[in-house]
């Protein structure tokens, strides 16, 4: 099973919203020009790690294309990063919490929240290959199957099985600026799914169920806990433009797991190629 770490109130008011509703909000085009990184402190040398975090993310999230990080061309634009970035903030992570012992400011976690100009990401995509990919962006109904060490469920926006699995489904949505759509376990009920998601015979069931709950693209998967991969190993399935695309990942966090689901799904949907 994946670890879990203590979540910042703010980001746990957020997820709240998404998990019940079954659904991550798209974000607006000015949204896609900001990205995130946690840094320690506010000093300058770990500032300039943050921003070349904050670049690397900010070009998958516009252009939807993981294969700009293998570019040749990234490592001397990465040099600069902070050249590029056209503001930024903090926000301390223990906002609220005293410094205790000898722990000083510098020793805080920080969010460092990075803006730049559009401009100036879609020149760099061309630099590197690629391109934004165009807004709006498809909605994407997912059908996970769950098979842990005691039982097999399908995941959804109101279950009690894993919560932390939805939870975990909506912050891998967040860096790629992706709406993603979970079933209400009574919607599942009614179109009587079984757990075999990715069986061909499923296709036409699979795109019913996916209009009924708001998706354009259905992102359909099983998850499976394996003692002998030390991990989950997962199998993920979406159909784009007549061809089904399948990949799988292997011995991982389920957190890992999901954010290999989204950003194959985003590989493929913003026309970048196969996972």
């Not at 607006?28 to 770990?46: C, K, P």
Request: hydrophobic share 40%; aromatic share 6%.
């Amino acid at each position: 099973m994946t670890a879990r770490m203590p979540a910042i109130l703010p980001f746990l008011v957020m997820l709240a919203g998404v998990i019940s509703s079954g659904m991550t909000r798209p974000a607006s085009a000015q949204d896609l020009y900001v990205s995130d990184a946690i840094v320690t402190g506010t000093g300058e040398e770990n500032r300039e790690i943050g921003f070349r975090e904050c670049l690397s993310e900010v070009l998958v999230k516009v252009s939807g294309n993981q294969r700009v990080l293998e570019a040749p061309a990234l490592a001397p634009l990465l040099e600069r990063a902070g050249s590029f970035v056209a503001s930024f903030a903090y926000r301390d992570r223990l906002e609220g919490i005293p410094i205790h012992d000898e722990q000083g400011t510098h020793d805080r976690p920080h969010d460092l929240t990075c803006r730049y100009d559009p401009a100036t990401i879609n020149r760099l995509l061309d630099t590197l290959g690629s391109r934004p990919w165009p807004q709006p962006r498809r909605r994407i109904a997912v059908l996970f199957a769950v098979h842990d060490q005691k039982r097999s469920f399908m995941l959804t926006s109101d279950g009690d099985e894993s919560p932390y699995m939805a939870e975990s489904l909506a912050a891998a949505t967040v860096p790629l600026a992706l709406e993603a759509r979970l079933p209400e376990r009574e919607t599942l009920a009614q179109e009587k799914l079984g757990l075999d998601v990715l069986s061909s015979e499923r296709a036409a069931q699979l795109e019913r169920l996916a209009k009924k709950i708001g998706g354009d693209a259905v992102l359909a998967g099983t998850i499976s806990w394996s003692d002998e991969a030390l991990g989950w190993i997962a199998d993920w399935q979406l159909d784009r433009a007549g061809k089904t695309h399948r990949w799988q990942i292997r011995g991982v966090s389920f957190d890992d797991a999901f954010r290999n689901a989204v950003r194959g799904a985003a590989q493929i949907l913003s026309g970048n190629g196969a996972p």
